[in-house]
């Protein structure tokens, strides 16, 4: 049965016989006087364990603990627990089960000279009689550190087995090392069955109880102490005992005369209680925690009774708006970025209001958060700070501050400012090198946030699109200056205004096409630049999703990406450096197959579109996308004076209708009539798609460099 008072000693466990501890042994189970004269939760106690009350978890028929004590087998253990659940009394039990030397201490009273004597005293136990000490200390994590530390050693090597009691989590407030060498057992709160229990046998027991009388109940009397003792067997015994001895004219009375206990004279022995709130202690924690709990589960009638519990008990509202301002970021976060100006509004007025009216402001603020939509993305912070401790990167040059020395070696030169655009946005790298493709934020589908999630995931994907395009034609840092040389300060510009605005036309035309189903099998071929992957991804959820990678940076960086999506959903990728290969690595017919420009020729459009049709499924397709550079926009058309803009003009056409040339000697026809073979049905549509380019000087040298020219 839980619950703590003094206790008649017990020699044969050498308990407060020993003279050199007399004056700093604090006795726990030293009685005062007679029985009689003892508080009724004192003199019923339990003895033995077959009368110990509750805790069946712990020292139930089979359980670990039980079998110790019987055993006289007991290591160090920490029992942790509210008042009245049986600490005491289960060390109690332990001192009338052992056979080694028990002795006790209160952490109050005892300092570490105290501790020092009680050591010595079992080492000595140890060497002449092979006796084991068990310590017994009551209030344990009242113990400083130094306190701790100076039984540290002696509960290591086994000269004391010791056995602390304590109100508050072990786990928090006793030294770590003290804890890692003992068994955490934690004592509930007495059920009401347990609490009934141990008020019948009070009221039965002839020698120790009130058995001597015929005590009764009235039908509710008892159900009233039981349930205001809220699981506090002390609290509920001394409650009996002031109403079991305040209902005769004289106490004792006479053996065999009748007393009932009725509904009135037990809510006068057993008045309201002080909620059980520490501030400064483990309660005080579980409380708040408790009330942070029942906001992010959105039950706000929870949320107002653990705010009533705290307002009730002192709690100080600045601790509990507090705690509502972190929630507002933590647990609500961009689902209703609102929140946190709701909270911080209450907070202000509380502090004009003050209380009792503040108790309003408390309630308008917790069911605000109980009741609004919930994200805790804001926690990718910290998958953040992660990598900040595992990666050691460089700024990227482009980001870098360009005020110092942009001239000599590049700093900040090719960074594009957003502004400067449209929709004032342009994609562009951020993220170091070693970390391109790593995902820190995962929008949720929760309120606000759930309404700018497709914009969020469309810019990074296309950002990422965007970046592994150009990663081939950037260069790396620039490590060194040498004035005059126009090679090495060639820095190949990056993504333009229009790049988002024409992969995007390029995606939606191709996904349209296909008119892909949500259990579609889709291979992406050229998945190098991740444009189409994450789209066929959504489109296709309950289907297959796969990618070749000519590149294994491409790999890596899809893969990581890939990788905050859970396993089932990700995308199978595999490097394929040639091309479309022999044999299907997927060993999955596919029902699409999609390519962004899987070649510049019309022979090599020919060989993928035929080595591809080897993975199509029955009735399958494939859709891609190639750009016809004899269509393009041309350079005569730039130039203002007329007859140098018509002698321009003519030698394009020349140029473009050259049949030897086979990187301009196609159009969407011939591509149509190349691709139509037996058991193929060819659609060709023309997509016109503007890009406004500002060209570079090194755009230009590269155009016409007959050495690396695409143009020959």
């Given at each position: ?8 000693p ?5 308990i ?7 004056g ?11 029985a ?7 003199r019923m ?14 020292i ?17 253990v ?14 109690r ?22 501790i ?29 550190r130094?306190q701790?530390d ?13 056995i602390?009691?304590?109100t ?8 770590k090392a003290?804890?890692?060498r ?6 509930k ?16 027991d ?21 349930e205001t ?49 520490d501030?400064?202690g ?10 942070i709990?029942?906001?992010?589960g ?8 653990w ?6 008990a ?13 929630s ?16 911080t509004?209450?907070?202000?007025a509380?502090?004009r ?12 603020a917790?069911?605000?958060?109980s009741?609004?939509?919930k994200s ?19 700024v ?5 501050d360009?005020?110092?020395?942009k ?8 960074y594009?400012?957003?502004?400067s ?27 606000y ?13 296309i950002?990422?699109s965007a ?20 090679r ?6 990056r ?5 988002a605005?024409s992969?995007?036309a ?6 349209k ?10 291979l992406?071929?050229n ?13 296709a959820?309950?289907?297959f ?7 294994t ?28 290969p ?9 029902d699409?197959?999609?390519a ?18 080897t993975?199509?499924?029955p ?19 730039l ?16 140029f473009?209708?050259?049949?030897t ?9 011939s ?12 659609q ?7 890009e406004p ?6 755009d ?13």
């Amino acid at each position: 049965m839980g619950f703590g008072a003094t206790i008649p000693p017990t020699a044969k466990n050498g308990i407060g016989n020993n003279q050199k501890e007399t004056g700093y042994t604090v006795d726990l189970f030293a009685g005062s006087g007679t029985a009689e004269h003892e508080p009724l939760a004192a003199r019923m106690r339990p003895r033995i364990l077959d009368e110990f009350i509750g805790q069946d978890h712990l020292i139930g028929p089979g359980r670990l603990l039980r079998r110790a004590i019987q055993a006289d087998r007991l290591s160090s253990v920490i029992f942790y627990g509210p008042p009245g659940t049986g600490k005491t009394t289960l060390a109690r039990v332990i001192a009338n089960h052992t056979k080694s030397t028990f002795i006790t201490l209160n952490a109050v009273l005892a300092g570490v000279q105290q501790i020092r004597e009680s050591i010595a005293g079992a080492e000595e136990r140890r060497k002449l009689y092979e006796k084991r000490t068990i310590l017994f200390v009551d209030e344990v994590h009242r113990w400083n550190r130094a306190q701790q530390d100076a039984l540290l050693p002696w509960v290591e090597n086994g000269t004391i087995i010791l056995i602390g009691a304590t109100t508050e989590n072990p786990f928090f407030e006793v030294n770590k090392a003290l804890v890692s060498r003992s068994r955490i057992f934690q004592l509930k709160p007495l059920t009401s069955q347990d609490l009934e229990r141990a008020a019948l046998a009070a009221v039965a027991d002839r020698e120790r109880g009130y058995g001597k009388w015929n005590v009764s109940f009235t039908e509710d009397a008892l159900p009233h102490l039981v349930e205001t003792a809220s699981g506090d067997a002390r609290s509920l015994l001394n409650a009996l005992e002031l109403a079991v001895e305040t209902s005769v004219t004289s106490w004792p009375p006479e053996p065999g005369i009748s007393i009932i206990i009725d509904r009135k004279t037990a809510e006068e022995s057993i008045q309201k209680k002080v909620v059980l709130y520490d501030r400064d202690g483990d309660y005080h924690y579980d409380v708040i925690s408790a009330f942070i709990k029942s906001m992010r589960g959105s039950d706000p009638d929870a949320a107002l009774y653990w705010l009533a519990r705290m307002v009730s008990a002192g709690e100080s509202p600045s601790y509990i708006f507090r705690r509502m301002l972190i929630s507002a970021c933590e647990d609500t976060g961009l689902a209703d970025p609102h929140a946190i100006s709701v909270i911080t509004a209450c907070a202000d007025a509380f502090d004009r209001v003050g209380m009792p009216e503040g108790q309003c402001h408390l309630a308008h603020a917790a069911l605000y958060l109980s009741t609004t939509p919930k994200s805790d993305s804001s926690l990718a912070f910290f998958d953040a700070l992660a990598a900040v401790e595992q990666e050691d990167t460089e700024v990227p040059n482009h980001l870098r501050d360009g005020n110092r020395d942009k001239q000599e070696f590049g700093h900040g030169k090719g960074y594009l400012y957003p502004h400067s655009y449209r929709e004032h946005w342009i994609p562009q790298q951020y993220l170091p090198d070693s970390l391109s493709g790593r995902i820190f934020y995962n929008p949720s589908e929760q309120g606000y946030e759930g309404r700018i999630k497709a914009d969020v995931l469309t810019k990074r994907e296309i950002q990422l699109s965007a970046l592994l395009e150009s990663r081939a034609s950037t260069p790396g840092e620039i490590l060194t200056f040498s004035p005059g040389d126009t090679r090495r300060d060639e820095w190949t510009r990056r993504l333009d205004s229009g790049k988002a605005e024409s992969l995007l036309a390029i995606r939606n035309a191709l996904t349209k096409a296909a008119g892909l189903l949500r259990h579609s099998r889709i291979l992406i071929y050229n998945a190098d630049d991740g444009l189409l992957i994450w789209d066929a991804l959504r489109k296709a959820p309950e289907g297959f999703v796969a990618g070749l990678c000519r590149t294994t940076e491409a790999l890596k960086i899809l893969q990581q990406y890939a990788s905050s999506l859970d396993e089932l959903e990700r995308p199978v990728l595999t490097h394929e450096p040639k091309g479309i290969p022999k044999n299907n690595p997927f060993e999955v017919p596919f029902d699409f197959i999609l390519a962004r420009d899987p070649g510049t020729t019309l022979q090599a459009i020919d060989e993928f579109v035929t080595a591809a049709a080897t993975f199509l499924a029955p009735n399958g397709k494939i859709v891609f996308s190639a750009r016809i550079p004899a269509q393009g926009m041309r350079l005569s058309t730039l130039i203002p004076e007329p007859d140098l803009r018509t002698a321009v003009s003519q030698a394009e056409e020349v140029f473009f209708n050259d049949n030897t040339n086979p990187l301009f000697s196609w159009n969407e026809d011939s591509l149509s009539k190349t691709l139509t073979k037996p058991g193929h049905t060819v659609q060709c549509s023309v997509l016109d798609l503007s890009e406004p380019r500002r060209p570079a000087r090194q755009d230009i040298d590269k155009w016409f460099d007959p050495k690396i020219s695409p143009y020959g």
